[in-house]
């Protein structure tokens, strides 16, 4: 003879049992649901985070030399000078100058770099490298073709050279990782030098396979920015 | 790994002493079956890049060592050329109007081209004749792994003035102080750089004679595929996809072939393989 109790505790786990079975197919339909979420706005999260324009007011005008499209010479850059409050912290400089840089010109046609791009992060080795990530809008918005991506590089690298002279080379990351190239074309595991003064004695040859052969405090830099991405 | 398994299974199945050499059979026979089938992956899918252009160089001749292959070689001339049509597979490259893709219309510009080469006598190699994507390293391989050959990668852009045709060359490659004679992967392009900025400058000239607009001379970009190949290497890029119809990109494929071909027919002579210093002399990649 079975107690009573027994068959009462069996018939609760039973009608337990039952109730999870319904209730799984939500719960995992939640779940996903929270999962794309989470992919979808982690690089908005990090953009919140990680406030790309930081400006200060108390920070001096200074004339700024913008290299953006030519609007009569295919293919060719030419200077701009603006005026904007930069910081003497060439950090903080260079995140402002880019900004600036990404922003575009006043003219829509001369822009060099995509609208919704974004500088997610920047960075300055003790040896003059700069490590600078972009968000992946700089890949997937910019018109494809060797010309326009190498007139992206260009326009940062010739920025950054009169702007921020601390900055003697540059690391391209996307989005925290390093990448193969801009869009297909330009190559981008390489270091690109970005002032003449660095000329002498700089290492500048170690193109490498992504995420390989880089120099340590690069490679600690894009670690440290693909942990950032992954938060 | 497998000597050991092969070892192993021997001592099980032979246990007394009398059968020792049964077991040492199993274990050669285990063994070799291992290797035979664990050669060929590894030599395909090598990710050494040091090794992956000696095996390149080895291909000439498999029965010579790299660095003889490249010392006793003689100065063959320029024999072969490597089209690379850009993009592919799943990676259309650029898009514009009318359905116009990069990846299907840089194939009839290279099918093309390779008609005009042999017509003057070129053997001409495709990088890619489908809807596929080798990757770059895959492209710069099917040069490296011929004496004597250039690389021509082409390209169809989104932006530029239409009707227009560029020629890049890769900036700087440092070069390499490998005592071995042999080239990194990485900087394969360097001691081809002169070589390629001459043979660039003879297909650019063509180019901006048949197409009004196009500049006088070469550009320097860091194209991806050009670092990687060790031998003469052109990026050609033509503008653009955002032609109004299909037709004004499609009447440019006669000029493009024939100013490449020519290009390349005055280049020829002046291509001499190129010598790396190594100590105790020099040394062809």
Redesign the interface.
């Known amino acids: 003879m079975t107690p009573k109790w027994t068959v009462w505790l069996g018939g609760v786990l039973l009608a337990a049992v039952i109730a999870a079975a319904l209730y799984f197919p939500a719960l995992r339909r939640r779940v996903n649901q929270a999962k794309e979420l989470t992919e979808k706005t982690a690089e908005q999260a990090r953009r919140e985070l990680l406030p790309v324009a930081p400006v200060s007011t108390g920070d001096p005008m200074v004339k700024v030399v913008m290299f953006w499209g030519s609007h009569g010479q295919e293919g060719e850059l030419v200077p701009v000078t603006v005026e904007l409050p930069l910081s003497r912290d060439p950090v903080l400089r260079t995140k402002q100058v880019l900004n600036t840089l990404l922003a575009g010109p006043v003219d829509a046609e001369s822009r060099t770099l995509p609208p919704d791009a974004a500088l997610m992060a920047f960075y300055i080795l003790p040896d003059g490298t700069g490590v600078a990530d972009f968000s992946d809008e700089i890949r997937t918005s910019i018109p494809s073709g060797i010309q326009s991506e190498q007139l992206a590089v260009e326009s940062i690298l010739r920025t950054l050279e009169a702007n921020v002279p601390q900055v003697l080379r540059l690391k391209i990351l996307i989005h925290g990782q390093e990448a193969d190239t801009l869009a297909g074309h330009v190559d981008l595991t390489q270091l690109f030098r970005v002032n003449a003064k660095d000329a002498a004695g700089t290492q500048l040859d170690n193109p490498s396979p992504p995420g390989s052969k880089l120099p340590a405090p690069i490679r600690k830099a894009v670690e440290s920015m693909r942990k950032a991405t992954k938060r | 790994m497998a000597l050991r398994f092969g070892i192993l299974l021997g001592v099980r199945f032979f246990p007394t002493s009398s059968h020792v050499l049964g077991a040492g059979i199993l274990a050669a026979v285990l063994s070799g079956v291992a290797f035979a089938w664990a050669v060929p992956r590894q030599s395909g899918g090598g990710?050494n890049?040091t090794a992956k252009v000696a095996q390149a160089a080895a291909n000439t001749n498999p029965a010579q060592s790299p660095s003889t292959t490249a010392l006793s070689a003689a100065h063959s001339g320029l024999n072969v050329v490597v089209l690379d049509p850009?993009?592919g597979g799943t990676?259309p490259?650029?898009?514009g109007t009318e359905g116009i893709t990069?990846s299907d219309e840089v194939l009839q510009f290279a099918t093309a081209t390779k008609k005009a080469l042999e017509a003057q006598g070129f053997q001409v190699i495709l990088t890619r004749e489908g809807n596929d994507n080798p990757s770059?390293d895959d492209r710069s391989a099917r040069a490296n792994a011929q004496r004597g050959a250039v690389f021509i990668t082409l390209?169809?852009?989104?932006?530029?003035?239409t009707g227009t045709a560029?020629v890049?060359v890769v900036p700087e490659v440092?070069a390499s102080n490998n005592i071995t004679g042999l080239i990194p992967w990485?900087?394969a392009q360097a001691p081809f750089l002169s070589l390629s900025r001459k043979l660039g400058d003879l297909v650019q000239q063509e180019l901006s004679r048949r197409f009004k607009g196009s500049?006088d001379t070469l550009?320097t970009?860091?194209?991806?595929q050009l670092?990687t190949t060790a031998a003469p290497a052109i990026?050609v890029?033509i503008?653009?996809v955002s032609v109004k119809e299909r037709a004004e990109l499609d009447r440019m494929v006669p000029g493009v072939a024939e100013a490449i071909a020519r290009g390349l027919t005055d280049f020829r002579p002046t291509y001499v393989v190129p010598t790396i210093s190594v100590p105790g002399g020099s040394v062809q990649p």
Do not use: K, M, N, W
């Open positions: 990710s890049p850009a993009h990676d490259g650029a898009r990069e770059f390209h169809i852009a989104s932006t530029g003035l560029r890049y440092p990485d900087r500049p550009q970009a860091p194209v991806r670092r990026a890029e503008s653009s």
